[in-house]
């Protein structure tokens, strides 16, 4: 339904690089408990990535055991440390007998306390060894740039051997290979390999290469044991690093996606539907792939394909209609509205709808075992949500931070319903769907669903394909999930920027930036060039949805794909050639 879509990320030892180290003095330091905080502490997943905390008179010193960088944290509260800049936590806890055995960073990486760890010493390199030991990392970046390209599990397993060490191997060689394979998919081969960044001391190196197909970079690091065998790597892929292409006329826009798509389809990267837009005239329509692999059967322009996050819009949407009526205001608590059934007094008394529609509620996602575990059955009605939004807690007070949040939107549903004494589905179909000219959209319970409705797809390193068949991210509710063809996307941009669905007003509203986010009322928000761009995207596993709005200029672009990887990259590709197109008309 609605997990947000997947990325390599940047790696959490380029994380704590890039975070200031300037001092602000605290008061109310507690110095015996900071001593107890002291060690070296092992990252929960990465086996060989280690962080020492020291004392450094009133803050905790965080040394980065890979790069030996420096980093000062001050006290917010007993347990909870924060650099200078606010934006990266560290918060420690206790286990059963008392002791300090953890802390969390970033509010999801987690490290161990490693009590038997013996630090490595910085290598005291002449420069001669030093240069020779660059050359050294740089010809195995090569050779992982090659190892992408053909993203071979025996030419993987190869490198593995070969290259990287025993405990690497042991423990890391399916998330390399996972990597690897996902490189290669966002990307869809590599070249121009260059090294940004060197620390010989540390045996450590960060490279950066670009994105045949996309023009996006791959950046990545490695790090060498003593015995200069790779012991850490880390990626990540950035959007639109080298899109230099001159687009100056539509043509040169459509002739350069044609190209795009081709090359996808050979490579077996895309699957899905594509519309390019301007108005009411469809500048560029696009299938390929399968909509039910087992059967071999073809997507087609009219394949119903989920939406993923999507529809979070049209839930913003109904809530704007309701307000328009007098029927609620954005004001208002949740409390108005809704029972402890789904959610406590004491929190529905602090959120209120324009906490919910703008991710500042601070309330998170229903998403673990017990909601995966149900019956899709339990889900055909908002009702079915109930367990799992009225145990939600508070990750900050309403109003004082952003969070993506399912929870929310679920409530939001909720609310649709106690207003217009209509079931959500129904609402959204009557008041969005219908008036926007948008027959073929619904949610489906994917057994009885219509024929021409896509399966989702998540790609295996074993090189095969896993459907999401009753996959729980597939469950329809006001958080995501339905789904859509792109013709009905080209009807809802026409409809919303033609004021059929609300008022300008309401528009002005939901396309403001809040909290600091790209974020307005259930629409992400771009902007280029004086340009304002409103939509969505969707991601979960066999899910990738996007669709981008230009209001003042009237361009719709919309990327459904069948693959959990299939329409960011292009998504943000076509996007920046539109905003290239539009700069060169200014």
């Known amino acids: 339904m609605l997990a947000k879509s997947f990325k390599l990320l940047l790696p959490i030892f380029l994380c704590f690089s890039l975070m200031a180290n300037i001092v602000v003095a605290q008061s109310n330091i507690d110095n015996s408990l900071l001593k107890n ?46 650099n200078t800049e606010e934006n990266f936590p560290l918060i420690f806890s206790k286990n059963k007998t008392g002791e300090i055995d953890q802390f969390s960073a970033f509010g999801r990486d987690l490290w161990i306390r490693d009590h038997n760890y013996k630090p490595e010493n910085p290598r005291n390199l002449s420069p001669s060894e030093a240069k020779a030991l660059q050359a050294l990392m740089d010809s195995k970046a090569e050779k992982l740039i090659k190892l992408i390209n053909s993203h071979s599990n025996d030419s993987i397993k190869a490198f593995l051997k ?102 996808l389809q050979q490579k077996d990267l895309f699957s899905g539907t594509i519309l390019v837009a301007r108005g009411d005239s469809v500048l560029l329509q696009y299938v390929c792939g399968d909509a039910v692999k087992e059967s071999h059967k073809k997507n087609d322009l009219d394949t119903r394909i989920n939406l993923g996050s999507m529809n979070k819009m049209f839930t913003a949407l109904a809530i704007m209609q309701l307000a328009e009526k007098n029927k609620l205001k954005v004001a208002d608590t949740v409390s108005k509205y809704l029972d402890t059934s789904w959610l406590s007094k004491e929190l529905a008394d602090k959120i209120t709808i324009h906490h ?45 931070n952003w969070q ?61 394909y896993k459907s999401n068949l009753h996959s729980s991210y597939t469950r329809g509710s006001s958080a995501g999930g339905a789904y859509s063809t792109i013709g009905d996307l080209h009807r809802f941009a026409i409809a919303l920027t033609s004021n059929k669905l609300v008022s300008d007003s309401s528009l002005t509203k939901m396309f403001t930036y809040y909290a600091g986010k790209q974020y307005g009322y259930g629409f992400q928000l771009w902007s280029s060039s004086n340009n304002l761009i409103v939509g969505h995207s969707g991601g979960a596993p066999g899910i990738s949805a996007v669709e981008y709005i230009f209001p003042k200029s009237g361009y719709t672009i919309v990327v459904l794909s069948n693959y959990d990887v299939g329409s960011y990259y292009l998504g943000e590709y076509i996007l920046n050639s539109v905003k290239i197109l539009l700069s060169t008309k200014i």
Request: aromatic letters at 14%; one cysteine or more; hydrophobic letters at 35%.
């Open 37 to 82: 905080m002291t060690g070296y502490y092992k990252h929960e997943q990465l086996n060989d990535m280690y962080i020492q905390i020291l004392v450094e008179g009133n803050q905790l010193k965080l040394i980065q055991q890979w790069d030996f960088k420096e980093i000062l944290f001050n006290q917010q509260s007993s347990f909870e440390f924060i």
């Open 404 to 464: 993506y949040s399912n929870t929310g939107m679920i409530l939001l549903g909720a609310i649709i319903e106690k207003v217009s004494g209509m079931n959500y589905f129904d609402y959204v179909k009557k008041h969005i769907y219908t008036l926007a000219g948008m027959t073929a959209t619904d949610v489906y319970n994917i057994d009885d669903s219509p024929q021409n409705v896509a399966l989702g797809y998540t790609f295996q390193t074993d090189d095969s």
């Open 162 to 263: 070969e290259h990287c060490s025993v405990s690497f191997q042991q423990y890391h060689s399916d998330y390399f290979r996972n990597r690897i394979h996902m490189a290669y998919r966002f990307t869809g081969e590599l070249n121009i390999c260059k090294n940004t960044r060197f620390i010989h001391k540390a045996a450590l190196a960060d490279y950066q290469a670009k994105g045949k197909i996309f023009n996006n970079a791959f950046e990545f690091n490695i790090k060498l044991d003593k015995d200069n065998k790779i012991k850490l790597f880390n990626s990540r892929v950035i959007a639109n690093k080298y899109q230099t292409k001159k687009i100056k006329t539509e043509k040169d826009l459509i002739e350069d996606v044609q190209h795009i798509l081709t090359t």
């Open 356 to 400: 919910l529609l703008t991710h500042t509620s601070g309330l998170g996602d229903f998403f673990n075992r017990d909601f995966d575990d149900t019956s899709d059955d339990t889900f055909t009605t908002l009702d079915g949500y109930r367990p799992f939004i009225k145990t939600s807690s508070l990750s900050f007070n309403p109003g004082s």
